[in-house]
């Protein structure tokens, strides 16, 4: 065990500098959002939806991060944003209801984006383009998981308020 523990990190550990210095950099992004006129401003447009309909405001949230990461931005940064920003139980909805619908839409946007490592890799393997991979090869995919997901949801917020 002792072996593979340090193969592990000798190996394994430093080709993950990338990774921890986005989660660092992402970190430091939404702790430095709190309490600014953005997160203000951020915390007014997701309490007026939350207030319109409960549906509209999960259907906006899934929606934003599909769009963002379809422009190049990583999910996390949206994900923690939306995070930092927004408090579900000021609004009697339960954390790990929010929590899943931050996981669903960061699933389907990586599915769906065609600048993911995950479709730029599968496009690179099967020679077509990331926009035919996450399109329309995951597009009917994500059609069904996000109809799925904001019924799902849609019935744990109401049995949990």
Avoid: C
């Avoid at 309909?53 to 991060?65: A, G, H, T």
């Avoid at 379809?70 to 939306?82: C, D």
């Avoid at 597009?139 to 997901?149: A, C, H, K, Q, R």
């Amino acid at each position: 065990m002792k072996s593979y523990f340090k193969k592990f990190q000798k190996k394994s550990v430093p080709s993950m500098n990338n990774e921890i210095i986005l989660f660092l950099s992402v970190g430091f992004l939404a702790e430095s959002l709190i309490g600014s006129g953005f997160a203000k401003q951020m915390e007014l447009w997701m309490s007026s939806l939350f207030d319109l309909s409960f549906l509209l405001f999960v259907f906006i949230i899934l929606l934003s991060i599909i769009i963002t990461t379809f422009i190049g931005i990583h999910p996390l940064i949206m994900v923690m944003v939306l995070v930092t920003q927004f408090d579900p139980t000021v609004f009697l909805m339960k954390k790990e209801i929010f929590a899943l619908l931050l996981m669903v839409g960061w699933s389907m946007a990586v599915l769906l984006s065609p600048v993911t490592s995950f479709n730029m890799l599968v496009s690179g393997t099967v020679k077509e383009k990331g926009t035919t991979i996450g399109l329309r090869w995951n597009g009917g995919y994500i059609g069904i998981i996000l109809i799925t997901s904001i019924s799902y949801i849609y019935v744990l917020h109401l049995f949990t308020t």
